[in-house]
């Protein structure tokens, strides 16, 4: 049941021409299908003027995780008709998360990608990225809509992600950026151009931080593997304060753990922060052998505060809920209620599937949510149920998603059965 899914097979899922999107308005407030060999896609839906903007990509199915989008687009000709635009990712019309592409960051006639929209799906899910901006008060004129991407993010639910290429490099000559690479979440990473390596490896960014335990992690690969001089080497991952330099964290990323060619997550790097403060963030290595052959691909940070998100329906009121949350070392509970004429209960654990019908069963407007794994029954009394037990004092489990389902026998019940809502579990410290 404790099984670790590895977290470092995550990558790019999609790239998506706005083209190729859905809008409010048609000719003449926009033009399809404009050439432009500045953009991404090469062709772009050009915004002539409009007073409600509602821009969105194509739909893709995203499976259970946590992803990050973006979109890519400019403003033309003028600041005349320029405004703070929301990018969100939503399904069916529901936001599952949203940013702000602010007028300040909208360079004129210069293509820029918004900043991360992150969010968290608990089932196959399909997701739209969306332009908006539906203040009908004044005229927004003059963009080109060029390409959205969303990566799916390596180490769960995170509160803030950035891609390594935006990162400041000691000896930033001896490095290709913006590289393209599927394999990365951004489909893009930094990679050293010289085979020889060098003797002085520096990347480091600053992160306005907010009070509370933070858990970050960076992901990379190196092509060549350890075997050589030239290969890969230790490589130091650490947290300091950025007005002092005192030191708040420091993990290593041992070339033994590096295998050619495969990406590889640091281990976590924990800081605990009593006010807020900027952070600075380094990868770095200063030492012989030279690091050679590396691809760096993106950075995360984590709550470690555990959290529980309900998702799929019930039936006959029967209901799911966190009783204890989930931390590690720690007790972690769930509750059905509303079962009042059952007599025994079952809770599921398993992984999260595509909602499934059980009409065909008797149980008429009931469904299975996850995929079972592991059956633990309970004693229904007075109309509850309860499971409990102890999570394992592994590191490795902060943020593993627990997924559980609750069942009923109940001969009142069509079909002899009631099925509760889904939950999902955040692991915390």
Known sequence: MWLIAAPCTAQLRAVLGLANSTHSWGTPYWTEDVADPAAEAGVVDQLNYVWWLELHSQAVTLQPGTYMAQVRLAKTVSSAGQFDLNINAESNGVVLGS??????????????????????????????????????????????????????????????????????????????????????????????????????????????????????????????????????????????????????????IPAAAQPADQWVVSANLTITLAAPLDVTFAVYNHNAPYPAGYQFDSFSVRSTTSAFTTYGQGCGGLTLSELYPAQVGGLVGYQLNNAASAQFGLFVFGQPSASVPLDSLGAIGCGQHLAPVTVVGAIVSSGTATVAFNLPSWPELLGYPLDVQGVVLDSTAPGGFFTSNAGQSYVGL
């Open 99 to 252: 940013t702000v592409l602010p007028v300040a960051s909208q360079p004129i006639d210069t293509y820029v990608w918004s900043s991360e929209v992150l969010f968290t799906v608990q089932q196959p899910t399909v997701v739209n990225i969306a332009v908006r901006n539906t203040n009908g008060g004044q005229y927004k004129q003059n963009y080109r809509f060029d390409t959205a991407r969303i990566g799916r993010v390596p180490v769960g639910r995170v509160v803030k992600h950035d891609s390594l290429d935006t990162w400041g490099f000691a000896n930033s000559s001896f490095f290709n950026f913006y590289q393209t690479e599927l394999g990365g979440v951004y489909g893009r990473v930094t990679e050293g151009s010289t085979s020889v390596g060098l003797t002085w490896l520096d990347l480091r960014k600053v992160f306005a931080m907010q009070a509370g335990t933070w858990v970050a992690n960076v992901r990379l690969r190196n092509r060549v593997g350890p075997a050589t001089l030239q290969g890969a080497c230790d490589l130091t991952f650490e947290a300091f304060e950025t007005l002092s330099g005192a030191p708040l964290g420091t993990v290593v």
